[in-house]
């Protein structure tokens, strides 16, 4: 399902289960996909095409409406654009106060590697990765 165009009160959403992937997942890693897609609700979404604000006020209203029980988001590593996919599943989160649990997971190389809440508010912060290099 198209993450923009789901009804926010669409009972699939209702306490459920979500993975939340960039678009071109599905094309460029189906195994990794698949295995994440087990037991989850896909929506997909296209950071090159929708900006980040309509996304998370989408992802805020069903967070607000649906009560969803847990995000996972997936993307493929090093593309700027899915990167602010993880900060804007985060910020919906943040400004709506739900206790949804959140999972990062990005691919690498065809690899599923699982990012930590705290690598997704450090990327935020090009000041705080300067420190870590030097």
Do not use: W
């Amino acid at each position: 399902m198209e993450l923009l165009s789901t009804n926010i009160n669409h009972s699939k959403l209702r306490d459920s289960s979500l993975l939340v992937y960039g678009t071109c997942v599905g094309a460029e890693a189906q195994n990794i996909f698949k295995k994440l897609s087990k037991g989850r609700l896909p929506l997909h979404v296209c950071l090159e095409k929708e900006h980040m604000d309509k996304v998370g006020f989408k992802l805020a209203t069903i967070l607000m409406t649906s009560k969803p029980r847990e995000i996972t988001v997936l993307t493929i590593d090093g593309s700027p654009h899915c990167l602010q996919l993880h900060f804007t599943v985060e910020q919906a989160k943040n400004i709506t106060n739900s206790k949804v649990k959140i999972t990062h997971y990005v691919i690498e190389h065809g690899k599923l590697i699982q990012i930590s809440k705290d690598a997704v508010k450090t990327a935020r912060h090009l000041s705080h990765i300067q420190k870590l290099l030097t």
